[in-house]
Structure formats: C-alpha cells, structure tokens
C-alpha cells in the first residue's frame, strides 16, 4: 500500500474524491494526492508520509516536525532544514526552507525521516511565530508538544541560549515567557 496516493494511481477520477469524502484518505492537494487517515494516527506513519513528501536530503523541521510528533491538521508548507531554495510545490504544498544551525544530537531518525527532536522542533515554531490570533493556538500547541514528550520552557530557553546570535532569539525568549504561562496554568497547584 503506498504512503502517498495519487489520482493516478486509482481506476477512476471520483475514486480519490469518494475516499476523501469517507474520510479513509486525507487530501494534500485538490484531490490529485492525499495519505492514508490510518497511517496519519500514528507517529511512524505520520513519518513515513512527511519522508515521502519532503525534498531529498533535508530533515523535517518546524510545523512539519511538529506534525510529525503530534499530528492534527496538515501544515499549509512543508517546513525543511536545508540550504536550496526550492520554487516548485510539493503535493501543493509550499516548501519553506531553514537555514538553521542545529547540532546533531538534535535530530531524531524515525524510519527513513530525519527530523528534528521535540524540544528544537518547539523552538522553531515559537521563532516562526508574531503576534497574531493565533498565538495561543501555538502556545497551546507547544504546551501540549512539552506534556508529551516531557521536557519544559526552560529547557528551550537553554537551547536558544547555545544560539544567541540567531536574529530571532529574541523574539523567540519572549515568546517562551507566553508559553511558560500557558505551561504552568495547567500544572496542578501544589499547597504551601
């Protein structure tokens, strides 16, 4: 069973649009594409997609990576660690290249997908974010990625801190004080 399914792959037009319509296949783009609802539930599957969507050679990052470790929506781009531009669109979806420095013990093999850990991922996505109305989606989203895999805001202050001269550090600092808010609010109070 492929990871990705094409129209081309099936006996006739409606079939991807029939799929997508019960729910078994989740489309990328006007249904000419789209990945198996079942394989989207688990984090290997959820790899196994992101692998065969990305840029050979580049490592998922970002809201990719974030998708990756919690799954929920598909990103709009495709987020990649890479130095190339890319211009064409990959199952119609925008390929957003970062030039980031990130050491290797920051990145995770899952299957064949190279992917950044849980706590650079959290980093990215709080530097790729402005103040918007979204915001607390993101902070939220970032919270519950911290509750999953346990680690802590402060543990992504530390990281930002090996990086000090990336442009975004500040921006990024400040947003983690939002996140730490929305991280201790859910923890329980302890009595003094």
């Known amino acids: 069973m492929p990871t990705i399914l094409r129209e081309r792959d099936l006996p006739g037009p409606m079939s991807l649009s029939r799929l997508s319509a019960s729910g078994t296949i989740r489309t990328l783009d006007d249904l000419c594409s789209g990945y198996w609802s079942e394989h989207a539930a688990t984090l290997y599957g959820r790899a196994a ?6 840029p050979h050679s580049t490592v998922a990052c970002a809201l990719t ?3 990756v470790w919690m799954g929920g929506e598909f990103p709009r781009t ?3 660690l890479s130095r190339s531009h890319f211009r ?3 199952h119609g979806h925008r390929i957003r290249a970062l030039t980031r420095k990130v050491t290797p013990h920051h990145l995770v093999t899952l299957g064949a997908l190279r992917v950044t850990d849980p706590t650079r ?3 990215d996505v709080a530097s790729l974010t402005h103040t918007s109305p979204q915001t607390d989606d993101v902070a939220d989203s970032i919270v519950d990625l911290m509750d999953t895999y346990d680690f802590t805001p402060d543990d992504c202050v530390r990281m ?3 990086n000090p001269c990336m442009s975004t550090v500040p921006r990024t600092r400040a947003f983690f004080g939002y996140v730490r ?3 201790e609010a859910r923890r329980p109070k302890v009595a003094p």
């Open 160 to 162: 930002l801190n090996e």
């Open 49 to 54: 997609i992101v692998q065969r969507i990305i």
């Open 181 to 183: 808010r929305s991280y």
């Open 121 to 123: 991922t959290a980093c």
């Open 65 to 67: 990576a974030m998708w």
């Open 88 to 90: 064409m669109r990959h």
């Open 78 to 80: 495709i987020d990649v």
